[in-house]
């Protein structure tokens, strides 16, 4: 193997996080901002992209992190490396409600593409990178951008995504049709593209907007319940405003008010 080879286990149910089990000099790389403890004898670097290309020189170094700017990530990961000489365990999380999805990537055929804030950590060696949709119309109304992230290699990759998960396993030519906000990973054989929702009064009145990703077989996709966009809409839309009219707060505001004389 290529990549570091490490241990795991998922706590949690719906606020899930990850504890990894180093081995004396394993590494594991993670997003900035997934870390939430380490113990002793852990090194923590921030390092230029996924540190995968150390022997490609400064430019090559740029390059690789200039391409996570693309996907509206930051420059820098951060690695934990056990410099012990015994086992060490590092653990990172969710930053929002839903589930942490490990992925073998040695058993997935090397390569996941998945949506471009899904990545949480992976063995070093992984390669994060970007994925480049081909066709255009993919590119406009995808929902997650022209750009989607591509991970590479033959060790443990661990995503996050919105709600409960399934994965479904596609036969050559079979289709799937879902949200396009919904779809989380596929393996590379699968064909995605983006359809338009046929009706006028179904485009403009039916509330899931004008097109829906198409997803054709061979090969395997992950599935969320809750994407973190449709989750801020709706928090978004729940928050108290200024300039709002009274009867819109709560029955505490009601009390409030009252004691007030209003």
Do not use: N, R, W
């Given at each position: 193997m290529n990549n570091h080879e490490i241990d795991y286990k998922i706590y949690g149910d719906d606020m899930q996080f990850v504890e990894v089990e180093l081995d004396p000099n394993e590494t594991?790389?993670?997003?900035?901002?997934?870390?939430?403890?380490?113990e002793d004898d852990i090194k923590m670097e921030t390092i230029f992209g996924d540190g995968s290309n150390n022997g490609g020189g400064l430019m090559g170094k740029l390059f690789t992190a200039g391409k996570r700017v693309l996907t509206g990530e930051s420059l820098f990961m951060t690695t934990f490396t056990n410099v012990g000489s015994s086992k060490r365990h590092v653990s990172f999380a969710s930053p929002y409600p839903g589930k942490i999805i490990p992925m073998d990537l040695s058993e997935l055929g090397g390569k996941i593409i998945c949506q471009k804030d899904a990545f949480l950590a992976a063995a070093k060696g992984v390669q994060v990178g970007i994925e480049f949709q081909r066709k255009i119309g993919v590119g406009f109304f995808g929902g997650e951008g022209f750009i989607m992230q591509k991970l590479e290699g033959d060790g443990m990759?661990?995503?996050?995504?919105?709600?409960?998960?399934?994965?479904?396993?596609?036969?050559?030519g079979q289709t799937l049709r879902v949200d396009t906000g919904c779809l989380v990973a596929m393996t590379r054989d699968v064909d995605y593209s983006?359809?338009?929702?046929?009706?006028?009064?179904?485009?403009?009145?039916?509330?899931?907007?004008?097109f829906f990703a198409t997803l054709r077989g061979p090969g395997s996709v992950w599935i969320q319940s809750l994407p973190f966009s449709r989750l801020a809409s709706r928090v978004f839309a729940a928050a108290p405003h200024r300039g709002g009219a009274k009867d819109e707060g709560s029955i505490s505001r009601g009390i409030f008010d009252m004691f007030n004389g209003d």
């Open positions: 594991v790389i993670a997003e900035a901002g997934s870390f939430m403890m380490m990759a661990f995503i996050h995504a919105g709600g409960t998960i399934m994965k479904k396993d596609l036969l050559p983006i359809e338009f929702v046929k009706g006028i009064k179904t485009a403009l009145f039916g509330g899931e907007g004008l």
